[in-house]
């Protein structure tokens, strides 16, 4: 489904992402591990079209990133700290992303909200929301379209033992009705729970490619 050929990225003279060559395979869920600065958000948001590669191509479906579409459609992405509304409601929030592409209505966004721990009749703001509360609502924002790609950057930040234990949950279960997931976490666990496949990355090369299927 993902091809990524030959990505290379260069900004103000410095290598952010060396020589690239990856596939990832529909339906599958794929890490991506390594240290912050390694360059795993820089792939992903080069994956998703926010930063055009200096060299490579990314082709996804029958989509090639940058020259058929700006966006891979039909994905739901978290990549650093989604933007919200801060004097709004969650559920307001979610309605009015929601609005701009018509695909769902309230009911859906709603059953998102509460799917992922949180309460669409709250009036709390954003301003007053956790960290994990944030965490969930980005996560909501992702999937609440039920695209067949998702790109998640860290999505477990700031969430507690059980907040972590109800993503994983979900995301297994998006996995089973056959989502495409690509997702970086600093943790193993996430990785060896969650994904088929991983690499290491490490100054923006890909230094190792690990299955985890004997593990699953």
């Known amino acids: 489904m993902i091809e990524l050929t030959d990505i290379s990225l260069r900004i103000d003279g410095k290598i952010i992402l060396n020589n690239i060559n990856l596939t990832i395979n529909e339906g599958k869920c794929f890490g991506l591990v390594g240290r912050n600065g390694s360059g795993k958000t820089m792939l ?5 079209g926010f930063v055009l590669p200096t060299t490579g191509t990314v082709t996804i479906g029958n989509e090639r990133i940058g020259e058929t579409c700006d966006f891979p ?6 990549i650093e700290t989604p933007g919200f509304i801060q004097s709004k409601s969650g559920f ?4 009015n992303l929601a609005a701009l592409n018509g695909i769902i209505g309230d009911e859906t966004v709603r059953e998102t909200m509460k799917m992922v721990g949180l309460d669409p009749g709250s009036d709390i703001p954003i301003s007053k929301y956790s960290m994990g509360m944030k965490q969930r609502l980005g996560l909501a924002q992702a999937v609440m379209e039920n695209p067949k790609l998702l790109v998640l950057d860290e999505p477990f930040n700031g969430l507690d033992m059980e907040g972590v234990e109800d993503m994983r ?3 297994l279960r998006q996995k089973k009705e056959g989502r495409t997931i690509v997702i970086s976490s600093h943790h193993k ?6 994904c088929d496949d991983y690499v290491v990355m490490n ?6 490619r690990v299955s985890n299927e004997e593990y699953q």
């Open 92 to 95: 307001k929030n979610l309605k």
């Open 44 to 48: 992903m948001k080069v994956l998703c």
């Open 73 to 78: 459609s039909d994905t739901g992405v978290i």
């Open 203 to 208: 100054h923006g090369e890909i230094i190792e």
């Open 169 to 171: 949950g979900y995301l």
């Open 189 to 194: 666990e996430d990785i060896d729970v969650l």
